[in-house]
């Protein structure tokens, strides 16, 4: 069975950067779409960035554009998120999701049927 497994998370101030690591156990993974989405507590998980095997192929959600970026390294089998000027409301847990037919519906949470186990992100002000 497939695993993805995150890493990165933490503590950081308001302002600060994290860098989110996500690595799939699959032997296959170059032409999967991979993405990231997010959960607080008692809301729904909601959609942060996606990429396609095309590396030149990425969305976001309005509320990161131009603060995060999410890029893979094929070859580690690795989808990263890296996270800049970060605020209190990116306070969640981050989701590596993953969908193996390569889905072109990026933001649909229902497209992704792998996923890991999750990692805190806390934003102090």
């Known amino acids: 069975q497939v695993q993805l497994v995150e890493s990165g998370g933490g503590l950081v101030e308001a302002g600060g950067s994290l860098t989110l690591s996500c690595v799939s156990s699959g032997r296959t993974f170059n032409s999967w779409s991979m993405a990231w989405f997010r959960q607080v507590s008692g809301k729904e998980r909601e959609f942060v960035a996606a990429?396609?095997?095309?590396?030149?192929?990425?969305y976001y959600a309005d509320s990161v554009k131009g603060r995060f970026t999410i890029s893979r390294d094929n070859a580690k089998k690795t989808v990263y998120l890296q996270m800049n000027s970060l605020k209190p409301e990116d306070t969640a847990v981050y989701f590596c999701?993953?969908?193996?037919?390569?889905?072109?519906?990026?933001?649909?949470?229902?497209?992704?049927?792998?996923w890991g186990q999750g990692t805190q992100v806390t934003v102090s002000s």
């Open positions: 990429i396609r095997w095309s590396r030149s192929t990425t």
């Open positions: 999701a993953a969908d193996p037919r390569g889905t072109v519906l990026l933001r649909e949470i229902e497209e992704y049927n792998i």
